[in-house]
């Protein structure tokens, strides 16, 4: 019995084992000394279908839990994953087994075999047939229950209609009822037949959502001996090819064959633009996101370097067939990408060069209304798309997407240096706790060089404080909001927790006007507070809804303190 945590990530299929245990000759088991969450609980023994448990939930509060386990008899089904290109089988690839269908097939109802008739009764049924088809099923013994019991009714409408005088010839043109009595007809044995049928759906439904995994051996061949009768959908993956189509199996089946086809690879080298050598230290090759794409997402990165790899070679491999432009990244460089590459199936791209930039430095100080330095402020560039009304949603969404934005913070002197920007248009953005936030005007960087901005001046800036009190004293689970009245969205929003008093603070705001919610109350959403919120901000571009109060403002001055309880 193997006890899986399923709160912890794993790069094995099977998940990260915590514990396990054996049963002992009363196939009792414990596992002990597990840590609370959420688990996967798996049973496995050589001649038996596996059984398990998912996303089972351990407490602090129940020191001690039971979970009781049926094992069918195992069955298998085997098979091969070959290569398409070579038709060499495939090591160490994942087979996943997904039930469909557990249990034996659709049972045929066989009276000659399921129903323990004396001789004379089983003559009588076949002498009534009239040598039938009917008959001839019942003594092949492949009727079917629903067949037999139709055979039945045709019977007593026959006999009803030789009752009545009627021609039975016609007795079966109408709608013929069943008798109610006609369930007596049924033997006992037939009824212990169809319970037991019944409990085996009933048993094999537990394990409907139990999925097994398998590895292919040396040779790509797998041979999945612990599987719950029934029937299977079966998936394949193997690192570097494609994932091959899903293939269905009854168990029993011993020749599936998975053939995959090879994903396509990139190799190449990463050098320096402006001397032509390679980068010999660590650097990173992913996949860009569009066509003008200047960063990869973290999660397509691949890390390259010695000791493995030398003179700026990298591969980066199991790419499906598509455009691709490969994004390379290194300390003290601004970045650099390849040309746009369209790959085949299983097309294998080689001397792929990617140019690294050096970039250019914007430099610049922060000062305060004084002249004073404002040391430790944030200093990030942002992307200087138009910023009109027509193209707000369009700046949005460049901001959200760019990855090579750049951040610093100022010295003792409020001096910055931002390092490695590629060529195009910014804006610097500023934060600091005791003044209010700052967005410069766009301009242009270069691709090397560079460019030194005039002053920075931050307004002090502005506090909304107060307290959230309750029936029963200080709240010191309410969440406060505030946010520009005259809009620019949900992105512009501050908030702060209350702490043991019921007491919040927001600092650095600049002069302007606030709405001031209460968004959580007693660690609940307040969803009015919300929609004031969202009134607010249709009301701001000439929207609203009809009847909804105004939401009530509140102004703030350079450096003013206002306060705002919540009683």
Do not use: C
Not at 102 to 131: N, S
Not at 336 to 343: A, D, F, I, K, P
């Amino acid at each position: 019995v193997k006890v899986f945590d399923s709160q912890v990530a794993a790069a094995d299929p099977e998940g990260a084992l915590e514990r396990a245990a054996k049963t002992d000759g009363t196939g009792r088991y414990e596992v002990a000394h597990l840590k609370p969450g959420l688990k996967r609980v798996w049973v496995t023994k050589p001649g038996f279908a596996s059984a398990g448990r998912h996303n089972h939930t351990l407490e602090n509060a129940r020191p001690e839990t039971r979970i009781d386990f049926t094992l069918f008899p195992g069955h298998v089904i085997a098979g091969v994953v070959l290569a398409s290109d070579t038709g060499a089988g495939i090591p160490a690839a994942v087979v996943t087994f997904k039930p469909t269908r557990l249990g034996p097939a659709a049972a045929k109802f066989d009276p000659a075999r399921d129903i323990p008739l004396e001789a004379e009764e089983l003559r009588k049924r076949i002498a009534a047939a009239g040598g039938s088809p009917e008959a001839a099923k019942v003594q092949a013994g492949s009727m079917t229950r629903e067949e037999a019991e139709i055979m039945r009714s045709r019977r007593m409408a026959d006999e009803a209609a030789r009752r009545a005088g009627a021609d039975p010839a016609h007795a079966g043109d109408g709608d013929v009822k069943r008798d109610p009595s006609m369930i007596d007809d049924i033997p006992p044995a037939q009824r212990e037949w169809q319970k037991k049928q019944q409990e085996m759906a009933v048993a094999h439904q537990n394990l409907a959502s139990t999925t097994v995994v398998y590895r292919t051996k040396a040779d790509g061949t797998f041979r999945a001996d612990g599987l719950a009768e029934g029937f299977y959908q079966i998936t394949v993956h193997a690192p570097g090819y494609a994932p091959p189509p899903i293939q269905s199996a009854e168990t029993g089946a011993e020749n599936v064959v998975f053939n995959m086809l090879l994903n396509g690879r990139i190799s190449g080298h990463v050098i320096d633009d402006e001397t032509e050598k390679p980068i010999v230290g660590g650097f990173t090759v992913g996949i860009g996101v569009g066509a003008d794409a200047r960063s990869a997402p973290y999660h397509l990165k691949k890390h390259f370097g010695p000791p493995k790899w030398t003179d700026g070679a990298f591969t980066y491999g199991d790419l499906r067939p598509g455009r691709y432009v490969l994004i390379a990244e290194a300390p003290g460089y601004a970045g650099g990408r390849s040309e746009e590459t369209t790959l085949a199936q299983s097309e294998q791209r080689d001397s792929v060069v990617i140019r690294l930039i050096k970039g250019a430095t914007v430099k610049g100080r922060v000062i305060d209304a004084q002249g004073k330095p404002v040391a430790d402020a944030v200093v990030t560039t942002g992307s200087g798309a138009p910023a009109g009304p027509e193209q707000i949603f369009i700046g949005m969404i460049d901001s959200a997407l760019r990855k090579d934005s750049k951040s610093a913070r100022t010295r003792a002197d409020g001096t910055f240096e931002l390092a490695n920007l590629f060529d195009g248009r910014y804006v610097l953005k500023v934060t600091h706790p005791d003044f209010g936030p700052y967005a410069s005007d766009a301009f242009d960087v270069p691709r090397a060089g560079e460019v030194t901005r005039p002053d920075v001046t931050l307004a002090r800036g502005g506090s909304i404080v107060g307290r959230v009190l309750t029936n029963n004293g200080p709240d010191d689970k309410a969440k406060v909001s505030v946010l520009p009245a005259a809009g620019g969205g949900f992105g512009s929003m501050r908030e702060a927790a209350t702490d043991g008093d019921g007491r919040y603070e927001i600092h650095g705001l600049a002069p302007g006007e606030y709405r001031v919610v209460l968004a959580q109350q007693g660690g609940n959403v307040n969803l009015g507070a919300l929609l004031q919120l969202a009134q607010q901000k249709a009301a701001a571009v000439g929207g609203g809804a009809p009847g909804m109060p105004a939401p009530k403002t509140y102004v703030l001055a350079e450096g003013q303190r206002i306060v705002v309880d919540f009683p």
